[in-house]
Structures are given as structure tokens and as C-alpha cells.
């Protein structure tokens, strides 16, 4: 079963960097996806970025393009979020997930119920 632990969020001042990690384990799948949502108080989950794990090809929200970055360690089974000139528009709960089989591809990246496991969030907070 997978499981899914994130790290690194914090508290940062806008214009800042933070890199996010999500420790990954228990999943073998040769067509993964890995992605990370982000929650805010009061708003909806959204998706923030998509990977496929074994190529290393990815999707953004498109509000997010160029600040936001994501990548996959396969080495170390570790997806990360670097994120730069951060907003405090970006204060939010972050979590990662993974689609174990890959079988919608990139059609709907954001989906929510596409995902199979998801980590318990990281904070993080941008002051101003």
C-alpha cells in the first residue's frame, strides 16, 4: 500500500523559495503519476502540479507556470515542489499524490478521485 509522507513547508516571506518533498513508498507502478494540491481555508483543493514519474514529463496549473517547479527523484522515490517568488496568495495546506496506474494519462491531471493515496499536507505560509 502506498505511503506518502510530505516535508519542508514553513513559514516565508513573499519574493522567498521553498522546496517541498514527499517521501514515497510501497508503489511500483511503471506508468505512475505523482502530483500536489494545495489547499487554502476556505477555498477548494486545487491541482498544482502533475508528473509522470518514469519520464519526468510535467503539467502545471497554468496561474503557476514559472514559479512553480516539480520533479521526481526515482533514486529516492522523492517528489518535490520547488516553489519561487512566492505570493501569499500560496499560503495553503500542500499535499502530495500518486495515480498508481496511470491509466487516464493527462487527461484530467486534477482530478481528485483519479489518485489512490495521499500524503497528510504540509503547511505553508507566506507573509507579506
Known amino acids: 500500500q502506498e505511503q506518502l509522507l510530505e516535508s519542508g513547508g514553513g513559514s516565508v516571506q513573499t519574493g522567498g523559495t521553498l522546496r517541498l518533498s514527499c517521501a514515497a513508498s510501497?508503489?511500483?507502478?511503471?506508468?505512475?503519476?505523482m502530483a500536489w494540491f494545495r489547499e487554502a481555508p476556505g477555498k477548494e483543493r486545487e491541482g498544482v502540479a502533475m508528473?509522470?514519474?518514469?519520464?519526468?514529463?510535467?503539467h502545471y496549473a497554468e496561474s503557476l507556470k514559472g514559479r512553480f517547479t516539480i520533479t521526481y527523484d526515482d533514486a529516492t522515490s522523492t517528489l518535490y515542489l520547488e516553489m519561487t517568488n512566492v505570493k501569499p496568495d500560496d499560503t495553503a495546506m500542500y499535499y502530495c499524490?500518486?495515480?498508481?496506474?496511470?491509466?487516464?494519462?493527462?487527461?484530467?491531471?486534477?482530478?481528485?478521485?483519479?489518485?489512490?493515496?495521499w500524503g497528510q499536507g504540509t503547511q505553508v505560509t507566506v507573509s507579506s
Open positions: 499524490a500518486v495515480d498508481r496506474d496511470g491509466s487516464l494519462g493527462w487527461v484530467a491531471p486534477f482530478m481528485p478521485k483519479r489518485y489512490h493515496a
Open positions: 508528473i509522470r514519474t518514469r519520464v519526468g514529463d510535467a
Open positions: 510501497g508503489f511500483t507502478g511503471n506508468n505512475a503519476y
